[in-house]
């Protein structure tokens, strides 16, 4: 999944002048493009390579992590997965109606850790952008504490802390329920761990789901 030697993400690292940057800026710069480049949506599985998710423009946690974690290899920075699940309550929003309501309970999740300056940093707010998180913020500006839906869930809504600059970043972490552990790749993590769905409803995810979801995320975004 980690196919960083694709020649649009070799353009992209060539074209972004990574490779010739320090490593905090390399390691910033990616991490600001998977976040705000690459918009909040639904891909088609979570397994696609890095680059379908490059192609596609958009992604959710898993799939943005996987291109994540591709830029971060082919420019030599350490990474691993770590994987989890979250109560649905933090996709309600984006799901809605039938969708919501034959969504599994516990949802398939993880961030990226990143290995720098001799320490592990935990990275997930790259999952939402940030014209949609801002969108979000002003549709709920009377929330100032906890919020959890619409692919957010956090203590302070109004101010997470989406920015790095050598810290750890938070979206859905106050939605986690249960630790699967880190992993060096996401293959490794999804061969031990993976939405577990029956075959009817992963039809109905990936043909009508996915596309209703994403077009709740676009309103919110362009509203």
């Not at 990574?18 to 991490?31: A, M, P, S, V």
Request: net charge positive.
């Amino acid at each position: 999944m980690l196919d960083f030697s694709n020649p649009n993400i070799q353009k992209l690292i060539e074209k972004k002048a990574w490779k010739e940057q320090n490593e905090f800026d390399c390691l910033k710069g990616i991490y600001n493009f998977v976040r705000d480049d690459i918009l909040f949506g639904y891909n088609v599985d979570d397994n696609i390579p890095a680059s379908k998710v490059l192609e596609d423009g958009y992604g959710q946690c898993n799939t943005k992590g996987t291109l994540f974690m591709a830029l971060l290899r082919a420019c030599k920075i350490s990474c691993r997965v770590h994987g989890f699940t979250i109560d649905k309550q933090l996709q309600k929003g984006a799901m809605s109606g039938f969708i919501y309501k034959n969504a599994p309970r516990n949802i398939f999740h993880s961030w990226v850790e990143v290995y720098f300056e001799d320490k592990w940093y935990e990275l997930e707010a790259f999952i939402l952008d940030r014209k949609y998180l801002s969108k979000l913020q002003k549709k709920f500006a009377d929330c100032d504490g906890y919020f959890c839906g619409y692919g957010v869930a956090v203590k302070d809504f109004q101010h997470p802390i989406i920015d790095f600059d050598r810290n750890n970043t938070y979206i859905q972490s106050e939605g986690i329920k249960q630790d699967f552990g880190v992993y060096d790749s996401p293959d490794e993590l999804q061969r031990n761990h993976y939405q577990e769905t029956s075959a009817v409803k992963t039809f109905i995810y990936r043909n009508l789901g996915r596309h209703l979801m994403n077009r709740n995320v676009k309103k919110i975004r362009n509203s």
